[in-house]
C-alpha cells in the first residue's frame, strides 16, 4: 500500500545477526558500574536496582556469549512463551520498527508463542492500556521501513506516582514479563524508574531500554552510538552537500543551516565532516570559552569579512539547534526563565518576566527579536527541557551578521555583499529509510533485548558493540541504566536522569574538524556525500563520527 519501488525493495533486505545470537546463547556478568555522577544519592533513590535483585548483582553489565549445551539460563533450554510489552519513546529516528521487528523475530525463534503487545502514541498507551497485538502479517510490512507510524510515539513521561500505578495497573492486564522501551535519555530515565517501581511492587515484568535518538547524545563506554543518528546524518549531509553546490555555483548567498540534535553538536559535526562547510559551530566548544552572542555573531562575521577579501560572497554556516543554550549570557537567561516558569510567573507578561531578570539577562532578553522571545518563553516538554528544535537561532544569527557586517562596511572593514538564507533540517532526517547500517544495528538492537528480558533481566539497557567489525562480529549484551544517571537541575530540582553524552573537545571527531576548519573556511573543499546508497561499496559505511570514536579507543 503507497509504497514506493525502493521501500519494497527495501522490505527483503535481511540484516546480518551478530554471531552470538545465531545459535544457543547465555547471559554472564561482566564489569561492575558506577552512577556517572551522585552515586550514593542516585542509589538511596533506586534501592531496589542498586542492590541484587532477582538472583543478579547490582550495576553490573552483562554479556551475552554462546552456550555450550541448553541449560536454564541459555535459550534453547526453556522455551517458554513470554508476554513482552514495546513502546516507542520520545521522536522518531530511522530504525525503530527493526527494533520491534528483531524482538518480535526473537521471540519467534526461541519463545515460539509468545506475544508481543505494542503499546500505541508512546508511553500514553502504557498508562492508558492502548494497544494492539503485533502481528508477523503486520510486522513483515514494516521491515527496513522509516517512521514509527506502525505504532506512533509520544513524549509523555512516565515518573509520578499515579503516571507508575496506570502503567503498572496494564503490565498486571496484560501479565507482561517485560516492556521494552525504545528511548532517548529521559526515555530511558523514565524506563529505570519503572523497573524500580515494578521491583517494589513486586511486579514480575522486567523494564529493558534501548538507545534511541538521533542527536547521538546517548552513548558512553558500553554504548557505542544511539540508533538514527546515522541515518539522519547521511540525510542531512546529502541536502547541506547539495546546498554547498548550489551556494558555489551562484556565488550570492549564505546559507545558515540549523540542524536538530538539542543540546549536544554530534549531528553537526557529523555533518560537517561529511561536507566540509565554511563553517561548523559546535555548542560544547562555544561553552568551553565561555562565547556568548557577541563572540558567536564576530566569528561568523570574520570568516564571511575573509573570504570576501577573495571576492567569495558565498557559502555555508551549520547551526546546531542546541546553540542558544551554550552561549554563556543566553544559557543563563534560559536558566533564569526556567526558575521563573517553574515558580509561576505568566510568560505572557513579558514586561513581568524582564521585572524578574538579573540586569544583564533583562538586557539580553530585551534585544532579542520579538520571535525568540517568546520561543524561549514556549513551554517545556514534559521532562522540563527547553524545546530547542522550535528556537530560530540562524534567523536570529543572520540578523546580528548583517548588522555587525554593516557596522564593518561603514568603519571600511568589510567590502563584501551579505545576502543570507534561513534553513532548519531535522524532522525530514528522522523518519527516512534506515541505512544498512541502522537497520541492522536495530534488528540486532531488538534482539538483543528480546534475550536480556528473556533471561529475567531488569533496568538494563540494551547494547550492541564492536560497532566498527563487519555486523556478524558485533558483541551483544546490557549495561545498568543507572549507571548512565547522574543529579541534574530539571525545573528547579535536582533530578537523577540519565547524562547527554556531549561532543568530547578532546575527541577524535573534533580534532578531525579543527585540524581543517581554517582550510575549509576559505577554500570551497565542498563535499557531497549524495543519497545513502542500500547497495554498492558505500553501502555499508557507517557515520565518521563512529569510525573515529571506536578506533581511538583501540
Ligand atoms: P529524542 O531525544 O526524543 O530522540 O528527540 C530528538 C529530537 O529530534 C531533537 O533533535 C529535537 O530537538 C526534538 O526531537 C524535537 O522534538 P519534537 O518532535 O517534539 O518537535
Redesign the pocket.
Known amino acids: 500500500k503507497g509504497l514506493s519501488h525502493v521501500c519494497l525493495e527495501r522490505l527483503s533486505y535481511v540484516p546480518v545477526l551478530p554471531d552470538c545470537l545465531r545459535g544457543r546463547h547465555e547471559l554472564e556478568e561482566g564489569d561492575a558500574r558506577e552512577c556517572v555522577g551522585g552515586h550514593e544519592v542516585i542509589c538511596s533513590l533506586f534501592p531496589r536496582l542498586s542492590n541484587a535483585h532477582g538472583g543478579h548483582s547490582p550495576l553490573k553489565m552483562v554479556n551475552l556469549h554462546p552456550a555450550a549445551a541448553p541449560g536454564p539460563d541459555s535459550e534453547g533450554g526453556e522455551q517458554r512463551p513470554l508476554r513482552l510489552g514495546v513502546v516507542l519513546?520520545?521522536?522518531?529516528?530511522p530504525g525503530g520498527h527493526n527494533v520491534i521487528i528483531g524482538l518480535h523475530d526473537y521471540l519467534q525463534r526461541w519463545h515460539p508463542g509468545s506475544t508481543l503487545v505494542g503499546f500505541l502514541a508512546g508511553p500514553r498507551g502504557v498508562m492508558q492500556n492502548n494497544y494492539k497485538i503485533l502481528q508477523a502479517e503486520e510486522l513483515d510490512g514494516y521491515r527496513n521501513q522509516g517512521g514509527f507510524h506502525m505504532i506512533g510515539?509520544g513524549?509523555d513521561a512516565i515518573a509520578k506516582p499515579e503516571q507508575l500505578a496506570a502503567a503498572e495497573k496494564t503490565c498486571l492486564a496484560h501479565d507482561l514479563d517485560g516492556m521494552i522501551v525504545i528511548?532517548?535519555?529521559?526515555?530511558n530515565t523514565n524506563a529505570a524508574i519503572m523497573a524500580e517501581h515494578f521491583l517494589k511492587q513486586d511486579l514480575k515484568t522486567n523494564v529493558i531500554g534501548v538507545p534511541?535518538?538521533?542527536?547521538g547524545?546517548?552513548k558512553n563506554t558500553d554504548v557505542n552510538i544511539?540508533f538514527?543518528f546515522d541515518t539522519?546524518c547521511k540525510v542531512y549531509s546529502e541536502m547541506i552537500g547539495n546546498i554547498m553546490i548550489d551556494a558555489m555555483s551562484a556565488k550570492k548567498y549564505y546559507h545558515f543551516i540549523r540542524l536538530?540534535?538539542?543540546a549536544a553538536s554530534h549531528?553537526t559535526l557529523e555533518c560537517a565532516l561529511q561536507t566540509h562547510p565554511q563553517l561548523a559551530l559546535i555548542c560544547e566548544e562555544v561553552a568551553a570559552h565561555r562565547w556568548g552572542l557577541k563572540d558567536v555573531t564576530r566569528q561568523i562575521a570574520d570568516m564571511i569579512a575573509q573570504r570576501a577579501e577573495l571576492g567569495k560572497n558565498f557559502g555555508v554556516v551549520l547551526i546546531p539547534?542546541?546553540l542558544v543554550e551554550f552561549m554563556h549570557d543566553v544559557s543563563t537567561l534560559i536558566a533564569e526563565l526556567n526558575e521563573m516558569l517553574a515558580k509561576g510567573i505568566n510568560p505572557a507578561d513579558q514586561s513581568d518576566v524582564i521585572a524578574h531578570l538579573t540586569p544583564e539577562s533583562a538586557d539580553l532578553f530585551s534585544n532579542l527579536t520579538p520571535g525568540i522571545r517568546s520561543e524561549l518563553l514556549e513551554e517545556r516538554?514534559p521532562h522540563g527541557n527547553v524545546?530547542?528544535?522550535?528556537i530560530q537561532t540562524e534567523k536570529l544569527l543572520i540578523k546580528l551578521v548583517g548588522l555587525e557586517l554593516a557596522r564593518r562596511k561603514a568603519s571600511g572593514t568589510y567590502r563584501g555583499k551579505f545576502a543570507a538564507l534561513a534553513h532548519f533540517f531535522?524532522?525530514e532526517g528522522?523518519c527516512s529509510l534506515p541505512s544498512n547500517f541502522d537497520a541492522t544495528y536495530c534488528n540486532a538492537l531488538g534482539q538483543a533485548a528480546g534475550a536480556l528480558v528473556a533471561s529475567g533481566r531488569t533496568g538494563l539497557m540494551a547494547t550492541v558493540s564492536n560497532l566498527q567489525q563487519p555486523a556478524n562480529k558485533w558483541t551483544v549484551g546490557g549495561t545498568p541504566l543507572l549507571s548512565m544517571m547522574h543529579l541534574e537541575r530539571r525545573s528547579g530540582r535536582d533530578k537523577p536522569v540519565i547524562k547527554k553524552a556531549l561532543v568530547e573537545m578532546g575527541g577524535a571527531p573534533m580534532a578531525s574538524y579543527t585540524s581543517m576548519r581554517a582550510i575549509w573556511a576559505i577554500q570551497d573543499w565542498c563535499r557531497s556525500p549524495g543519497p545513502i546508497q542500500f547497495r554498492g561499496p558505500s553501502a555499508d559505511m557507517a557515520s565518521i563520527t563512529l569510525a573515529l570514536e571506536t578506533n581511538e579507543g583501540q
Open positions: 519513546s520520545g521522536g522518531q529516528a510515539s513524549r528511548g532517548g535519555d529521559d526515555s534511541k535518538t538521533i542527536d547524545d546517548l544511539s538514527g539522519a536538530m540534535g538539542r549531528v539547534e542546541g516538554d524545546q530547542v528544535s522550535h531535522g524532522y528522522r
